[in-house]
């Protein structure tokens, strides 16, 4: 016999954990430098228009998901770095005052996956990212990996998302951890 109790947590969203960060780019030109033998992406830059954002990194809520926008508008030689053709970019909310991972990267355990990708002036991409829905109420900023190993930030907007997007799934990290020492939150196995 379901009490209400027992009715009300099947009802319940499961919660939501740390996921992974997706931001797949094509390059309109090859990489020079690359050794060969990464993944691709047919996922190419969009020409600005009059509604790209005239920033360079930006973050907007739109209909319960994160609209991410990289968009070059002044740079004519832009290059990203990129493991398999995903950008070298995650997710980061506040807690407290610090800011913590809200997406990992896998580990690229070949050398071969790491290159770069090329983002001609005037051009943009665009990732909508979904998120979880909470009444934890903070900050989100999207950062991005430059060619200097150095990243960049967009400017913090304000979310209502569920606290545990800081964690890994329970099942996932008997296995697994993120690690933060090499700055790009990665998917590591504990024992490394």
């Given at each position: 016999?379901?009490?209400?109790?027992?009715?009300?947590?099947?009802?319940?969203?499961?919660?939501?954990?740390?996921?992974?960060?997706?931001?797949?780019?094509?390059?309109?030109?090859?990489?020079?430098?690359?050794?060969?033998?990464?993944?691709?992406?047919?996922?190419?830059?969009?020409?600005?228009?009059?509604?790209?954002?005239?920033?360079?990194?930006?973050?907007?809520?739109?209909?319960?998901?994160?609209?991410?926008?990289?968009?070059?508008?002044?740079?004519?030689?832009?290059?990203?770095?990129?493991?398999?053709?995903?950008?070298?970019?995650?997710?980061?909310?506040?807690?407290?005052?610090?800011?913590?991972?809200?997406?990992?990267?896998?580990?690229?355990s070949c050398g071969n996956s790491y290159h770069k990708v090329f983002l001609?002036?005037?051009?943009?991409?665009?990732?909508?990212?979904?998120?979880?829905?909470?009444?934890?109420?903070?900050?989100?900023?999207?950062?991005?990996?430059?060619?200097d190993s150095k990243p960049k930030y967009s400017k913090p907007i304000s979310v209502s998302t569920a606290k545990t997007i800081m964690?890994?799934?329970?099942?996932?990290?008997?296995?697994?951890?993120?690690?933060?020492?090499?700055?790009?939150?990665?998917?590591?196995?504990?024992?490394?």
């Amino acid at each position: 016999m379901l009490t209400a109790i027992t009715f009300a947590a099947l009802l319940a969203p499961p919660p939501v954990y740390m996921s992974r960060a997706t931001y797949p780019a094509g390059s309109t030109k090859e990489d020079p430098t690359a050794i060969g033998g990464f993944g691709t992406s047919n996922l190419l830059p969009t020409k600005n228009n009059s509604k790209t954002p005239k920033e360079f990194l930006t973050l907007a809520v739109v209909q319960g998901a994160v609209n991410v926008t990289i968009s070059n508008l002044d740079q004519p030689d832009l290059w990203l770095p990129a493991a398999d053709s995903n950008l070298r970019a995650w997710l980061e909310v506040q807690d407290g005052d610090t800011w913590k991972p809200a997406q990992f990267q896998y580990w690229a355990s070949c050398g071969n996956s790491y290159h770069k990708v090329f983002l001609e002036q005037g051009f943009h991409h665009q990732y909508k990212v979904e998120i979880p829905v909470g009444d934890w109420k903070t900050n989100m900023r999207f950062a991005l990996m430059t060619m200097d190993s150095k990243p960049k930030y967009s400017k913090p907007i304000s979310v209502s998302t569920a606290k545990t997007i800081m964690q890994l799934d329970p099942e996932k990290a008997t296995e697994y951890k993120v690690d933060t020492r090499w700055t790009i939150p990665t998917l590591l196995p504990k024992d490394m």
